[in-house]
């Protein structure tokens, strides 16, 4: 009897472009599946279902389920990264006497997570994936190395703006008190989101409302480092 061929595997590498569309949408799919029923709970044929593709589709391009959730986890970090960007390169050009501008680039650098957290992730449905990290779901399953060092250069670029706005040093306790202070604010509703739009008696955390966010945020920011 002649062997059936198996599944079609996605070249380990050049086999296809990162931004391809049916492997991202696969992605986003497989992102709201996780964030609602957790790593254990989602079914890769749900999540095909959801994506509009054939189930054999995500072994081609991820090889296994765990594969497709290691994606998930570096799509999103590649998200923060590219948010913050803009920020990330104007902090490049700030000198140790700049601390008016280092203020400056580091409220925008607040903004810009504000509107990572309450618009970008709240709208492509990563926020309960989020949740689910926090609380550990799928640990242990994916090298978190790139989220680590993207997490790592996020705080040293914070401390160091932080640091030329305040005269101190990117390692004093005092300079990164008041950076962790600063974002605790964005923190707080990123967290407690559901609670904090029950007390502002709001729908969501989008348009005007973000604006007002992002406004206390910055005028908060700005008056701890002045």
Not at 133 to 142: C, P, S
Request: glycine share 8%; charged share 30%; with cysteine.
């Amino acid at each position: 009897m002649q062997e059936r061929p198996g599944p079609r595997r996605r070249p380990p590498a050049g086999g296809y472009a990162r931004g391809d569309e049916k492997r991202i949408r696969i992605i986003e799919a497989a992102v709201r599946r996780f964030g609602e029923d957790g790593y254990e709970g989602a079914s890769t044929r749900q999540i095909a279902q959801d994506a509009g593709v054939n189930p054999p589709a995500l072994q081609y391009y991820f090889d296994s389920k765990e594969g497709l959730y290691a994606a998930c986890r570096e799509h999103i970090s590649d998200g923060f990264a590219a948010a913050m960007r803009d920020a990330y390169d104007r902090s490049e050009k700030i000198g140790p006497g700049d601390a008016e501008a280092a203020v400056e680039i580091f409220c925008d650098l607040l903004e810009a997570v504000a509107d990572f957290m309450f618009e970008t992730a709240e709208a492509k449905g990563w926020r309960r994936f989020f949740a689910r990290v926090r609380a550990g779901d799928g640990h242990g399953l994916v090298d978190d190395s790139t989220a680590a060092r993207g997490e790592k250069e996020f705080f040293e670029r914070c401390f160091r703006l932080v640091a030329v706005a305040t005269g101190g040093s990117p390692t004093n306790p005092d300079t990164r008190l008041r950076t962790l202070a600063a974002l605790a604010v964005l923190t707080a509703f990123h967290v407690e989101q559901d609670a904090m739009l029950a007390r502002l008696d709001w729908p969501d955390l989008r348009g005007q409302r973000l604006t007002q966010i992002k406004a206390v945020v910055r005028r908060q920011a700005a008056a701890a480092l002045a």
